[in-house]
């Protein structure tokens, strides 16, 4: 069966620095693997998408995503902070070919000036 | 181009009322889905419709909460009796395809509250 986990409840950074919020995932066959941003009171925004044979994804606000196989995982970066990026992060991940997109519980993201 | 659209954005009922949420798709996409989202269980998938046709409701929590998408532009989800339980946010997404790479685009979601 799929999964996904997000090991951190809640990241907290300067602004300016860098940011990760981590993701590893379980699937069976090939992942299928997605970025959600939700700021208050909104719905989740896609962000970015695992493109086959791209370790490195770009996405929407300066944000990348590092996926590695081996590690299983697809952890969200961007290199410099802003505090308007504070928001809640969600992985999702969808095994194979078809199938429902599998989110994780969330990540909180504060950035403080 | 519009994103998904749902109404109201805020409900406030008193319990045993029957409450109707609504959605609109984006325009071209033939998946819908129903989510629920609570502090205690996260993001939790409730239905999602093929075509105008439901494909699964095994995330449906019981049978006072029901769906129905008469037409391409269109979705409800009600619940009936309501009860203080079903306090959450209801968030409707569409996507073109099931599969693949194909995100799921979101509405802002309906805050319901049952006192």
């Known amino acids: 069966a799929q999964s996904v986990a997000q090991p951190e409840d809640q990241v907290n950074v300067a602004e300016g620095n860098p940011l990760t919020v981590k993701c590893t995932y379980s699937?069976?066959?090939?992942?299928?693997l997605f970025w959600y941003v939700q700021y208050p009171n909104r719905g989740l925004q896609f962000l970015l998408k695992?493109?086959?044979?791209?370790?490195l994804v770009k996405g929407s606000y300066g944000f990348e995503a590092e996926f590695n196989k081996s590690q299983t995982s697809f952890h969200l970066k961007k290199p410099s902070a802003l505090v308007s990026d504070s928001a809640l992060y969600f992985c999702?991940?969808?095994?194979?070919?078809?199938?429902?997109?599998?989110f994780g519980k969330g990540t909180k993201l504060s950035v403080k000036p | 181009d519009a994103g998904v659209i749902q109404s109201p954005r805020h409900e406030v009922t008193e319990m045993g009322q029957e409450v109707t949420l609504r959605c609109k798709p984006i325009?071209?996409?033939?998946?819908l889905f129903w989510y629920r989202q609570t502090m205690m269980r996260g993001l939790e998938l409730l239905i999602y419709?093929?075509?105008?046709?439901?494909?699964?409701d095994s995330g449906m929590p019981e049978d006072r909460f029901s769906a129905k998408m008469p037409n391409a532009s269109f979705s409800t989800l009600k619940i009936q009796p309501s009860e203080p339980r079903d306090s959450a946010v209801y968030f409707c997404?569409?996507?073109?395809?099931?599969?693949?790479?194909?995100?799921?685009?979101f509405g802002d979601g309906t805050r319901l509250s049952i006192l």
């Open positions: 997404a569409s996507s073109r395809t099931q599969g693949g790479n194909q995100p799921q685009h």
């Open positions: 699937v069976s066959g090939n992942p299928y």
């Open positions: 695992y493109i086959t044979g791209d370790n």
């Open positions: 999702a991940v969808r095994d194979g070919g078809q199938g429902n997109l599998i």
């Open positions: 325009s071209g996409h033939d998946y």
């Open positions: 419709f093929n075509n105008n046709v439901p494909i699964d």
